[in-house]
Protein backbone atom coordinates (compact mmCIF):
# COMPACT_ATOMS: atom_id res chain seq x y z
CA UNK A 1 0.00 0.00 0.00
CA UNK A 2 1.31 3.80 -0.66
CA UNK A 3 0.52 7.09 -0.99
CA UNK A 4 -0.43 9.24 -3.82
CA UNK A 5 -2.09 12.60 -5.04
CA UNK A 6 -3.19 15.09 -7.03
CA UNK A 7 -0.40 16.93 -6.33
CA UNK A 8 -1.45 20.06 -9.03
CA UNK A 9 -4.17 20.82 -5.88
CA UNK A 10 -0.96 21.53 -3.83
CA UNK A 11 1.12 23.92 -6.68
CA UNK A 12 0.26 24.82 -9.95
CA UNK A 13 4.09 24.20 -11.24
CA UNK A 14 5.78 20.73 -10.76
CA UNK A 15 8.50 22.37 -8.69
CA UNK A 16 5.76 22.75 -6.22
CA UNK A 17 4.11 19.47 -6.86
CA UNK A 18 7.27 17.75 -6.06
CA UNK A 19 7.91 19.52 -2.72
CA UNK A 20 4.52 18.71 -1.33
CA UNK A 21 4.89 15.12 -2.29
CA UNK A 22 8.44 15.04 -0.63
CA UNK A 23 7.22 17.06 2.64
CA UNK A 24 4.50 14.34 2.80
CA UNK A 25 7.25 11.32 2.53
CA UNK A 26 6.02 10.18 -0.53
CA UNK A 27 7.75 9.13 -3.95
CA UNK A 28 4.79 9.10 -5.98
CA UNK A 29 2.39 11.84 -7.68
CA UNK A 30 -0.87 11.08 -9.72
CA UNK A 31 -0.17 14.12 -12.49
CA UNK A 32 -2.68 15.96 -14.45
CA UNK A 33 -2.15 19.51 -14.59
CA UNK A 34 1.16 21.48 -14.98
CA UNK A 35 0.72 24.91 -14.77
CA UNK A 36 -3.21 24.17 -15.72
CA UNK A 37 -2.78 22.33 -18.43
CA UNK A 38 -3.38 18.69 -18.86
CA UNK A 39 0.33 16.40 -18.84
CA UNK A 40 -0.96 15.03 -22.03
CA UNK A 41 -1.54 18.74 -23.64
CA UNK A 42 1.56 20.13 -22.92
CA UNK A 43 4.00 21.45 -24.89
CA UNK A 44 6.58 19.03 -25.79
CA UNK A 45 9.56 21.13 -24.73
CA UNK A 46 7.41 21.93 -21.45
CA UNK A 47 6.79 18.08 -21.20
CA UNK A 48 9.96 17.18 -21.29
CA UNK A 49 11.43 20.01 -18.69
CA UNK A 50 8.73 18.73 -16.13
CA UNK A 51 9.92 14.81 -16.71
CA UNK A 52 13.60 16.21 -16.16
CA UNK A 53 12.88 17.65 -13.07
CA UNK A 54 10.44 14.63 -11.55
CA UNK A 55 13.75 11.99 -12.74
CA UNK A 56 16.47 14.21 -10.98
CA UNK A 57 13.92 14.64 -7.91
CA UNK A 58 13.57 10.87 -7.48
CA UNK A 59 9.51 11.56 -7.64
CA UNK A 60 7.28 9.41 -9.88
CA UNK A 61 4.32 9.36 -11.48
CA UNK A 62 2.05 6.16 -10.90
CA UNK A 63 -0.89 7.19 -12.24
CA UNK A 64 -1.71 9.54 -15.34
CA UNK A 65 -4.83 11.60 -14.31
CA UNK A 66 -5.95 12.03 -17.93
CA UNK A 67 -9.11 13.89 -19.32
CA UNK A 68 -9.93 11.08 -21.86
CA UNK A 69 -13.40 10.46 -22.35
CA UNK A 70 -14.08 12.40 -19.40
CA UNK A 71 -16.94 14.37 -18.78
CA UNK A 72 -15.91 17.49 -20.89
CA UNK A 73 -16.60 14.76 -24.01
CA UNK A 74 -19.86 13.97 -25.54
CA UNK A 75 -20.52 9.96 -26.28
CA UNK A 76 -22.47 10.11 -28.98
CA UNK A 77 -20.84 12.93 -30.49
CA UNK A 78 -17.77 11.45 -32.69
CA UNK A 79 -15.42 14.70 -33.23
CA UNK A 80 -15.34 14.53 -29.23
CA UNK A 81 -14.24 10.91 -30.08
CA UNK A 82 -11.66 11.77 -32.38
CA UNK A 83 -10.46 14.55 -30.40
CA UNK A 84 -10.06 11.91 -26.70
CA UNK A 85 -8.31 9.39 -28.53
CA UNK A 86 -6.01 11.74 -29.48
CA UNK A 87 -5.36 12.83 -26.32
CA UNK A 88 -4.68 9.06 -25.31
CA UNK A 89 -2.46 8.72 -27.92
CA UNK A 90 -0.06 10.99 -26.20
CA UNK A 91 -0.83 10.13 -22.96
CA UNK A 92 0.44 6.73 -23.87
CA UNK A 93 4.00 8.36 -25.32
CA UNK A 94 4.11 10.65 -22.21
CA UNK A 95 3.48 7.82 -20.35
CA UNK A 96 6.15 5.25 -21.76
CA UNK A 97 8.85 7.99 -21.28
CA UNK A 98 7.66 8.25 -17.60
CA UNK A 99 7.51 4.60 -16.80
CA UNK A 100 3.61 4.77 -15.29
CA UNK A 101 1.62 2.07 -16.05
CA UNK A 102 -2.12 3.27 -15.27
CA UNK A 103 -4.43 5.86 -16.60
CA UNK A 104 -6.93 7.99 -15.08
CA UNK A 105 -9.70 7.61 -18.19
CA UNK A 106 -13.74 7.90 -17.49
CA UNK A 107 -17.18 6.76 -19.70
CA UNK A 108 -17.83 9.76 -21.26
CA UNK A 109 -20.01 12.52 -20.74
CA UNK A 110 -23.29 11.28 -18.39
CA UNK A 111 -26.77 12.04 -20.06
CA UNK A 112 -29.02 13.19 -17.32
CA UNK A 113 -31.76 14.44 -19.78
CA UNK A 114 -31.90 10.85 -20.97
CA UNK A 115 -33.45 7.39 -20.00
CA UNK A 116 -31.04 5.38 -17.84
CA UNK A 117 -30.58 3.15 -19.78
CA UNK A 118 -30.24 4.83 -22.91
CA UNK A 119 -29.68 2.26 -25.95
CA UNK A 120 -28.38 4.69 -28.43
CA UNK A 121 -25.63 6.49 -25.37
CA UNK A 122 -24.91 2.70 -23.99
CA UNK A 123 -24.01 1.60 -27.86
CA UNK A 124 -21.86 4.86 -28.51
CA UNK A 125 -20.09 4.02 -25.25
CA UNK A 126 -19.71 0.59 -25.20
CA UNK A 127 -17.71 0.62 -28.47
CA UNK A 128 -15.76 3.83 -27.73
CA UNK A 129 -13.98 2.79 -24.39
CA UNK A 130 -13.48 -0.43 -25.53
CA UNK A 131 -11.22 1.17 -28.75
CA UNK A 132 -9.70 3.43 -25.73
CA UNK A 133 -8.85 0.43 -23.98
CA UNK A 134 -7.66 -1.47 -26.67
CA UNK A 135 -5.37 1.23 -27.23
CA UNK A 136 -4.35 0.90 -23.64
CA UNK A 137 -4.24 -3.01 -23.78
CA UNK A 138 -1.38 -2.79 -26.62
CA UNK A 139 0.29 -0.26 -25.02
CA UNK A 140 0.40 -2.12 -21.22
CA UNK A 141 -1.15 0.31 -19.77
CA UNK A 142 -4.33 0.06 -17.08
CA UNK A 143 -7.35 1.96 -18.00
CA UNK A 144 -8.54 2.48 -15.12
CA UNK A 145 -12.31 4.09 -15.07
CA UNK A 146 -13.58 6.45 -12.39
CA UNK A 147 -17.17 6.68 -10.90
CA UNK A 148 -17.81 10.49 -11.69
CA UNK A 149 -19.96 12.27 -14.19
CA UNK A 150 -19.98 9.68 -16.76
CA UNK A 151 -21.98 6.53 -18.00
CA UNK A 152 -20.15 4.08 -15.48
CA UNK A 153 -20.40 6.57 -12.92
CA UNK A 154 -24.64 7.19 -12.30
CA UNK A 155 -24.83 4.16 -10.26
CA UNK A 156 -22.97 0.66 -9.44
CA UNK A 157 -25.22 -0.78 -11.96
CA UNK A 158 -24.37 0.99 -15.01
CA UNK A 159 -20.78 0.37 -13.41
CA UNK A 160 -21.20 -3.07 -13.59
CA UNK A 161 -22.85 -2.88 -17.39
CA UNK A 162 -19.89 -0.84 -18.31
CA UNK A 163 -17.67 -4.06 -17.31
CA UNK A 164 -19.74 -6.75 -18.81
CA UNK A 165 -19.66 -5.10 -21.98
CA UNK A 166 -16.00 -3.80 -22.39
CA UNK A 167 -13.72 -6.86 -22.11
CA UNK A 168 -9.92 -6.58 -21.45
CA UNK A 169 -7.45 -7.38 -18.21
CA UNK A 170 -6.40 -4.20 -18.90
CA UNK A 171 -10.11 -2.33 -17.88
CA UNK A 172 -10.30 -2.24 -14.29
CA UNK A 173 -11.81 0.63 -11.68
CA UNK A 174 -10.52 3.33 -9.98
CA UNK A 175 -13.13 3.90 -7.12
CA UNK A 176 -13.31 7.66 -5.76
CA UNK A 177 -14.96 7.91 -2.55
CA UNK A 178 -16.19 11.19 -2.46
CA UNK A 179 -17.54 11.09 -6.30
CA UNK A 180 -21.23 9.38 -5.01
CA UNK A 181 -21.51 12.19 -2.77
CA UNK A 182 -22.08 14.33 -6.17
CA UNK A 183 -23.68 12.24 -8.17
CA UNK A 184 -27.43 11.09 -8.81
CA UNK A 185 -28.73 7.70 -8.24
CA UNK A 186 -29.86 5.90 -11.34
CA UNK A 187 -29.58 2.77 -10.19
CA UNK A 188 -33.29 2.23 -10.23
CA UNK A 189 -34.27 4.70 -13.10
CA UNK A 190 -34.67 8.16 -14.31
CA UNK A 191 -35.18 9.85 -11.41
CA UNK A 192 -32.96 12.71 -10.08
CA UNK A 193 -33.76 12.80 -6.43
CA UNK A 194 -31.59 10.42 -5.09
CA UNK A 195 -27.64 10.41 -4.40
CA UNK A 196 -25.70 7.55 -4.24
CA UNK A 197 -24.19 5.77 -1.11
CA UNK A 198 -20.82 5.36 -1.16
CA UNK A 199 -20.74 2.19 0.30
CA UNK A 200 -22.98 0.84 -1.47
CA UNK A 201 -21.37 1.60 -4.98
CA UNK A 202 -17.97 0.06 -3.22
CA UNK A 203 -19.76 -2.71 -2.22
CA UNK A 204 -20.99 -3.66 -5.16
CA UNK A 205 -17.74 -2.74 -7.69
CA UNK A 206 -15.32 -4.03 -5.05
CA UNK A 207 -13.70 -6.37 -6.48
CA UNK A 208 -12.60 -4.68 -9.60
CA UNK A 209 -11.30 -1.89 -7.93
CA UNK A 210 -7.57 -1.39 -8.84
CA UNK A 211 -6.95 2.14 -7.03
CA UNK A 212 -8.47 4.65 -4.76
CA UNK A 213 -9.11 7.98 -4.97
CA UNK A 214 -9.37 9.81 -1.56
CA UNK A 215 -12.27 12.61 -1.42
CA UNK A 216 -14.71 13.26 0.80
CA UNK A 217 -17.60 15.42 0.95
CA UNK A 218 -21.36 16.56 2.77
CA UNK A 219 -24.18 16.71 0.50
CA UNK A 220 -26.22 20.07 0.74
CA UNK A 221 -28.30 20.01 -2.62
CA UNK A 222 -29.43 18.80 -6.03
CA UNK A 223 -28.13 20.53 -9.25
CA UNK A 224 -30.23 18.49 -12.31
CA UNK A 225 -28.91 21.24 -14.91
CA UNK A 226 -25.22 19.58 -14.17
CA UNK A 227 -25.46 16.35 -13.01
CA UNK A 228 -22.95 17.36 -10.27
CA UNK A 229 -24.44 18.07 -6.84
CA UNK A 230 -23.65 20.85 -4.46
CA UNK A 231 -21.56 19.75 -2.15
CA UNK A 232 -18.91 20.90 0.59
CA UNK A 233 -15.66 19.15 0.54
CA UNK A 234 -14.52 17.93 3.77
CA UNK A 235 -11.14 16.31 5.05
CA UNK A 236 -11.19 12.28 5.27
CA UNK A 237 -13.45 10.91 7.21
CA UNK A 238 -15.24 14.34 8.10
CA UNK A 239 -18.09 13.85 5.07
CA UNK A 240 -20.45 11.09 3.79
CA UNK A 241 -17.90 9.55 1.64
CA UNK A 242 -17.49 6.56 3.78
CA UNK A 243 -14.08 7.13 3.91
CA UNK A 244 -13.13 5.14 7.30
CA UNK A 245 -15.47 2.28 6.57
CA UNK A 246 -14.39 1.74 2.88
CA UNK A 247 -10.47 2.43 3.70
CA UNK A 248 -11.12 -0.32 6.69
CA UNK A 249 -12.58 -2.76 4.39
CA UNK A 250 -10.18 -2.35 1.92
CA UNK A 251 -7.37 -2.96 4.45
CA UNK A 252 -9.17 -5.73 5.99
CA UNK A 253 -9.45 -7.18 2.20
CA UNK A 254 -5.81 -7.03 1.56
CA UNK A 255 -5.68 -4.20 -0.35
CA UNK A 256 -2.40 -3.16 -1.57
CA UNK A 257 -2.67 -0.75 -3.89
CA UNK A 258 -2.08 3.10 -4.14
CA UNK A 259 -4.74 5.93 -2.32
CA UNK A 260 -4.55 9.39 -3.66
CA UNK A 261 -5.34 12.14 -2.01
CA UNK A 262 -8.08 14.75 -4.04
CA UNK A 263 -8.96 16.98 -1.53
CA UNK A 264 -11.39 19.18 -3.88
CA UNK A 265 -11.57 21.85 -0.79
CA UNK A 266 -12.17 24.96 -2.66
CA UNK A 267 -13.15 26.37 1.17
CA UNK A 268 -9.21 27.11 1.12
CA UNK A 269 -9.83 30.11 -1.29
CA UNK A 270 -10.91 33.69 -0.09
CA UNK A 271 -11.52 36.61 -2.72
CA UNK A 272 -10.19 38.84 -0.55
CA UNK A 273 -7.13 37.72 -0.12
CA UNK A 274 -3.78 37.79 -2.49
CA UNK A 275 -2.76 35.74 -4.74
CA UNK A 276 0.18 34.60 -2.80
CA UNK A 277 -1.81 33.81 0.27
CA UNK A 278 -3.90 31.65 -1.82
CA UNK A 279 -1.60 29.58 -2.97
CA UNK A 280 0.07 28.79 0.22
CA UNK A 281 -3.87 28.09 1.38
CA UNK A 282 -3.65 25.71 -0.69
CA UNK A 283 -0.45 23.68 -0.52
CA UNK A 284 -0.91 23.54 3.10
CA UNK A 285 -4.73 22.28 2.72
CA UNK A 286 -3.27 19.39 0.67
CA UNK A 287 -0.36 18.64 2.84
CA UNK A 288 -2.74 18.54 5.76
CA UNK A 289 -4.88 16.46 3.86
CA UNK A 290 -2.63 13.81 3.32
CA UNK A 291 -0.80 13.74 6.96
CA UNK A 292 -4.57 13.58 8.58
CA UNK A 293 -5.60 10.79 5.96
CA UNK A 294 -2.44 8.82 6.66
CA UNK A 295 -3.13 9.07 10.55
CA UNK A 296 -6.88 7.72 9.67
CA UNK A 297 -4.90 4.91 8.08
CA UNK A 298 -2.61 4.53 11.02
CA UNK A 299 -5.84 4.28 13.37
CA UNK A 300 -7.57 1.94 11.43
CA UNK A 301 -4.65 -0.45 11.35
CA UNK A 302 -3.76 -0.09 14.96
Not at 114 to 122: F, H, I, M, Q, S
Request: contains cysteine; glycine residues 8%.
Amino acid sequence: MYYTGFADEAAAGITGQIKATKELGWKWIESRNIDGVNLHDLPEEKFEAVAAELEASGVGVNCFGSAVANWGWDPIKEEDFKATTEQLKRALVRMKKLNCKMIRAMSFKAQWNRPAWDAEVEAHVFRKVQFLVDMCEEAGVYFLHENCNNYGGMSWKHTLKLLDNVKSPYFKLVFDTGNPVLNFDRSEGDGLDKVQSAWEFYSNVKEFIHYVHIKDAIFLGVNPESGFNKAEFTFPGEGQGDVVRIVADLLKNGYDGGFSMEPHMKNVFHESVGSDQRAQEKYDNYVEYGRRFMKLVETITK
